[in-house]
């Protein structure tokens, strides 16, 4: 039976081919593809899926003595061969993190690829799921009719793996977007503006929630309407805070750049104005570390008080050689936190 992302496969071939016989694809000036769905549309898109599914978002937990950590790659660039996706997936598991993080440019912008990224996604949820659950099958294992459910080991819950949230959480980069890419990365992931939260029980009864905020940079620019929901206070977690929540370490995430590594690798491409209004926001909503993608270059950066780390590539293809391109974020139970930089194999 074919799956939703095959007719919306399908859909974009199609879409695609039409929009290649038609019209040349846009080129920004630093030689960047800019897609036909903008970061305007994107955002609102974006938005109203998040506020109609946002109570069923996950919220993950520390463990029980509040500790944590997080795992975080970018520019993965995926194509035919999905090892550096699944060894970040499989080191994750390993170390027991409570989220990944992926800072865009998941996927060159062909169907195939994002097939195959769906398909390693799902092998990674199924064993994050046997790895949190106990695994329940009702009749035969090797029978396509056997029922498989997942037993929370706390609650006694029982849950379909659809049901179980896999805390993979990336943001959108501009070679997502490409050729009509978005179709495609938005029917996967849904939203590329949003926030989530890791849940940690302090020492003195309070909950704390360290924050996790995720933006659509993936066209240089964040644009109007991203700007104004920002401005709202969509993303300041005051909707937490009301719950009874107090907010501790804030982190973001960023596919552009936001400094220039050295005189060799492009700048941030914002606007100037949304330059000064991102420094100013991070400081306001006292984050701790803004994590960047895209330019494809080591960077570290400590600007208001503000610690700023941008990814290499984790794709194979721009770096063949093992490497130490992911970065871990160990938090303790008194929410001091470090960082080191995670060495890939493959």
């Known amino acids: ?15 695609s081919l039409f929009t290649l016989l038609t019209s040349c694809e846009k080129v920004s000036p630093i030689g960047v593809l800019v897609s036909g769905t903008g970061v305007e549309d994107r955002v609102k898109m974006s938005n109203l899926y998040f506020q109609e599914y946002k109570d069923d978002w996950f919220i993950t937990m520390a463990k029980d003595d509040g500790s944590y950590s997080f795992l975080v790659g970018a520019d993965s660039h995926m194509t035919t061969d999905p090892g550096r996706m699944e060894e970040m997936f499989q080191n994750a598991l390993d170390h027991d993190d409570a989220l990944i993080a992926h800072l865009g ?14 398909k390693t996604i799902q092998a ?3 064993r994050y799921a046997e790895k949190k659950y106990k695994k329940i099958v009702w009749g035969d294992e090797d029978s396509d009719d056997d029922l498989v459910l997942y037993r929370d080991t706390v609650t006694d819950d ?3 793996i659809d049901d179980i949230k896999f805390p993979f959480c990336p943001v959108v980069g501009n070679h997502d977007i490409t050729h ?12 590329s503006f949003y926030d989530t939260g890791v849940m940690v029980l302090g020492t003195d009864g309070t909950i704390y929630i360290d924050h996790f905020i995720f933006l659509d940079t993936a066209s240089g620019t964040l644009g109007k309407e991203q700007v104004n929901l920002i401005e709202q206070g969509v993303l300041d977690g005051k909707a937490l805070e009301d719950e009874g929540f107090k907010i501790r370490n804030t982190f973001v995430f960023s596919h552009t750049n936001i400094f220039r590594p050295s005189s060799l690798q492009f700048a941030s491409t914002f606007p100037r104005e949304e330059s000064f209004f991102l420094l100013n ?16 270059k080591w960077d570290y950066q400590e600007v208001g008080g503000v610690h700023y780390i941008t990814l290499d590539s984790m794709s194979e293809a721009n770096n063949p050689e093992p490497g130490d391109y992911l970065v871990r974020v160990h938090v303790a139970p008194d929410g001091t936190y470090s960082w080191e930089r995670v060495h890939m194999n493959k």
Do not use: P, R
């Open 1 to 15: 039976m074919k799956t939703k992302i095959h007719y919306i496969v399908l859909f974009t071939i199609h879409y």
């Open 105 to 118: 440019d998941i996927a060159d912008t062909k169907a195939e690829y994002y097939i195959l990224l769906d």
């Open 180 to 191: 009509n890419g978005w179709a495609l990365w938005s029917n996967i992931f849904h939203s």
């Open 281 to 296: 926001q991070f400081v306001e909503w006292d984050a701790d570390i803004v994590f960047c993608g895209h330019v494809h």
């Open 124 to 126: 990674a949820k199924l």
């Open 158 to 160: 029982l849950y379909d």
